[in-house]
């Protein structure tokens, strides 16, 4: 499985679309101590602190369908947090 599919072109990207899905995740791994709960997240963030590409297996479920395309607006995996929860992240 070649790990060279770049789903975003720059770290803004990355940041706009984890904001957008992972943040408010009910499978996302912030202040979790298990370590990550979702291989998407794990992969997008490996990614971003290395050569920016992750595998093809984790970019098809990501909606990607070719190299070159960017992942679904929306990630097909994302469930949501409870409504108390949403936005909440990071606050005391």
Known sequence: ???????FSNGTSYGFWTERNCDNCAKDSYDK????WCPLQEALNLGYVGDGTIPEEIARRLGMEKRGDYPSLRCPEFEPLPAAEEG????T
């Open 1 to 7: 499985m070649a790990k060279d599919w770049r789903p």
């Open 88 to 91: 909440d992240r990071g606050t």
């Open 33 to 36: 101590p298990n370590g990550y």
